[in-house]
């Protein structure tokens, strides 16, 4: 097994890819104990450095992302979840199909699947 750099604070940045058609739908971090249990349960798990906590994605939403791959790059100092994105699709807390929903100008390019004020009262 790979020996993953997890920096000074302890994670390590993941992309979350769609198996399916290769979008990347999400940025995240993980710790060693998120990792491990991504690896165990085959369901994506990171950690919040908001509230400094491992989670399971989608434990709140229904939207959760089952594994399919973890890879990791050449320097052993990120992954890649390879998922599939269950639910409704949505992989954004904003209720996107992606967080990577809008251009820098500011213009949405991305689906809204939910109203997250719905999902997260």
């Known amino acids: 097994m790979v020996e993953i750099d997890y ?7 993941v992309v979350a890819q769609d198996g399916d058609d290769g979008d990347v739908l999400m940025l995240a971090y993980a710790d060693d ?3 491990r249990l991504t690896r165990e349960t085959g ?3 990171y950690h919040s ?7 399971k994605k989608g434990a709140t939403s229904g ?3 089952r594994v399919e791959q973890v890879r990791v790059d050449c320097d052993a100092d990120a992954l890649l ?3 599939e994105q269950e639910g409704e ?7 996107h199909r992606s967080c990577f929903y809008r251009t820098i100008d500011g213009e949405n390019v991305g ?11």
């Open 7 to 13: 920096r000074d604070d302890g994670l390590v940045p």
């Open 33 to 35: 104990e998120a990792v």
């Open 43 to 45: 369901y994506a798990h």
């Open 49 to 55: 450095r908001s509230r400094d906590e491992t989670w």
């Open 111 to 121: 689906e809204r699947l939910f109203d997250p004020e719905e999902v997260y009262e």
């Open 89 to 95: 699709g949505a992989a954004c807390h904003t209720g």
């Open 81 to 83: 979840y390879v998922v």
């Open 63 to 65: 939207n959760t992302q």
